[in-house]
């Protein structure tokens, strides 16, 4: 008999995703110090062994997580999911990988751009030597020679109440 209903099942699935979105943010905050092309696919596939579902009862259609289905098959040696648990963690993992090479060809003419455009700006900084204020015609006296100075801004707030 199964005592598990429809909506402890949803519940259960619930408490797992929010405690393996906690894992994963971990996760990024252990991996944020390593260079950008092994932190990324490291984070990928620790996404991938958190959220990849795989079926446990064809009949019923429900699921577990795979990496959970295929540590448990392996330490109890029970069941018969071991095998289709590591398929589909292993299918999950090419996809998400193979998605991840089309975000980093995509990534990759977009970053070289950019860089080749901030080295060509740093350049033309670099050669250009002129001073702005070498370029005024009068010198660094401009408009304001005449003017009166503004006034001293009072220490505390500047905020006008009316009085009553």
């Known amino acids: 008999m199964d005592t598990m209903t429809e909506n402890d099942y949803l519940i259960a699935w619930g408490l797992y995703a929010f405690a393996a979105l906690g894992c994963l943010l971990v996760w990024c905050r252990l991996t944020r110090f390593m260079w950008r092309w092994l932190r990324e696919p490291l984070r990928i596939l620790m996404a991938v062994l958190l959220f990849s579902p795989t079926i446990i009862d064809p009949v019923k259609e429900t699921f577990a997580p795979a990496v959970a289905v295929s540590a448990l098959d392996l330490a109890f040696k029970v069941g018969d999911n071991l095998l289709r648990a590591v398929s589909d963690l292993l299918m999950y993992t090419l996809l998400a990988f193979c998605l991840y090479a089309v975000f980093v060809l995509v990534r990759w003419p977009i970053e070289r751009a950019r860089k080749a455009r901030v080295a060509q700006n740093a350049a033309a900084e670099q050669t250009r030597s002129i001073d ?26 500047t905020r006008v109440e009316p009085r009553v």
């Open 132 to 157: 702005p204020e070498d370029d005024q015609p009068f010198g660094s006296a401009g408009d304001d020679r005449y003017s009166r100075p503004s006034a001293p801004r009072p220490a505390g707030s």
